[in-house]
Nanobody, 122 residues
């Protein structure tokens, strides 16, 4: 059974930083593209960032230059470093795994985590 467990969310002031982690189990981690999606209150879930099993990355425009996605295949973990956080980044952040990088970018997700909440507020 596949499990994706997120951690690292919380309350942070505007301009601050957070690092999200997603620990995966039950799948061949190195064979999957991994990504982060988010869902703000009253809005649809949206793609934030994706990393291929080879390390290629994609970011939605609103987070380019502020967020960095990375992965550690030895630890079966994907990270999202979030800097210069803005109130508009407030959302529940979901870890996602997909068999193919291009599919994950387009929303074809094989597995979802339960989400971790990020609140950016003064």
């Amino acid at each position: 059974q596949v499990h994706l467990v997120e951690s690292g969310g919380g309350l942070v002031q505007p301009g601050g930083s957070l690092r999200l982690s997603c620990a995966a189990s039950g799948l061949t981690f190195g064979s999957y593209a991994m990504g982060w999606y988010r869902q703000a209150p009253g809005k649809e879930r949206e793609l934030v960032a994706v990393i291929s099993n080879g390390g290629n990355t994609y970011y939605t425009d609103s987070v380019k230059g502020r967020f960095t996605i990375s992965r550690d295949n030895a630890k079966n973990t994907v990270y999202l470093q979030m800097n210069s956080l803005e109130p508009e980044d407030t959302a529940v952040y979901y870890c996602a795994a997909g068999r193919f990088y291009s599919n994950l970018k387009s929303g074809t997700v094989s597995y979802w985590g339960q989400g971790t909440e990020v609140t950016v507020s003064s």
